[in-house]
């Protein structure tokens, strides 16, 4: 029986490097890889081996007749890739090792974040070089995207942070959480040109954190919100505010947009409380949705359902999910259905509605409708909830360029380039925050690695400044600025102490939502 690929697969690629018959497609090498949401494996070519479930980071491969009830449908789904792109075939392909050219001795490197695209990168670089690698992150905790935007009714994507938890063991490696990069020294933060001043090379990892606008009057209501901020609100962000939702409201949600992010959240939203309530969703999320109880969530997409954002896989497990009716709508002439009164509380349903667009957010004190135009006609939809998933733009740090228009920072190839279009020496730039928001955690992988080989090209050539400070100068820079910095072992006493609470409530962990409490369970332990 053939190994199938499921929905928590986060296109790591690991399993396709150990695959002996070369059947796991799309390859990093490959068109499509980086826009699929998972890979695929080949059930003619499998000889049912399973070195790729033993590869897989996030335990998304199983046998065929081993996937629970729900995961059956990715039985088709690994083989209608097939059957749809006939000109892939699998079969033996030849090995392409590195160059390892010989580089400076004594190099030290930062990395600016713990998402998976600094992860990948501090792989690589204790992969092929000698270099000291400080890893830097404004929470306490690690993870970025992985630990505060992947839904809490996924978490074997999350398991690829155990990847990464063993680089941060790695004795070249020394973990400095909770340190901000910025401008403001006299708030503790520590500049771009300090980290310049410090190491032979900068990668700065930082996603996009910042949503996309929809432009329409009302959109500033209470009850009117990005789907960054609610995601970071139910996944335990600390400063991440709630949305005002009544208790005795209309239990609709509007979604503006249709990408894989947009139906992560309405699945969240409709899902019943009681199952949401086994994750380690945040508890403030929690109580609020037990209060408010949504039961319906309305998604628009403003060209028709061909062009949707959302990946097929990730479409198709929505009919998966029980208690849940299904509704779309792709005629903008024919029958739209009434949204206009208070949700059916007797069940729950996700409606996409396409060829359609808001035009007004509606309300006095607080939102109550969304004006939406479909087709050439405009009507109403109730709503308590109002969420845009439109795109995300990275926050600028002062002290480095930044393209508004483009909403990340400008490079070449993942090096950092300045106003004048000059590289900056030893300045990188990764993931999301250097080619904006697209692509998933595999496109994320292949970037890392290509920018962490463009360094290598630098540092033999000579192309990076090294830096006249001492290897425990960065250390004291940070003493100095009065940071209570956590070092790797704060961070697991963070983590065990997370998991302690949710083994008392039957969860994975329960978060900590306020920075205070990550210190105070990290104690004084720093390496």
Known sequence: MAFVITQSCCSDAGCVSVCPVNCIHPTPEERGFGTSDILHIDPEACIDCGACADACPVNAIFPADNLSERDTIFIDINADYYKNNSDISSGWSDVVYPEMPRLPEGLRVAVVGTGPSGGYALRTLLNRTLAEVTVIDKLPTPGGLVRAGVAPDHPSTKDVMRTFDILYRDPRVTMATNVQVGGDVAAGEVTPAELAEHFDAVFYAVGASRSKRLGIPGEDLPGSTSATDLVSWYNAVPGADGPAIPVDGTGRAVIVGTGNVALDVARILVSPPEQLAHTDIADRALKLLREQNIHEVVLLGRRGQDSAAYTAAEFRALSTIPGIELQVYDDADGELPDLSQPADPSHRRIVFLFQSSPQAAVGDERLDAVTVRTGEREHSVAADLLVRSIGYRSAPIEGLPFDEQAGHFPNVDGRLVGDDGEVIPGGYVLGWAGRGSTGGIGANKLQAIS?????????????????????????????RRHRRVVGYRGMRAIDRRERERGALQGRPRVKFTEVGEMLAAAGRRRR
């Open 451 to 479: 920018t962490v080989e463009k360094f290598i090209e630098d540092a033999a050539a000579g192309n990076i400044t090294r830096p006249a400070t001492g290897p425990d100068d960065f250390d004291a820079l940070l003493r």
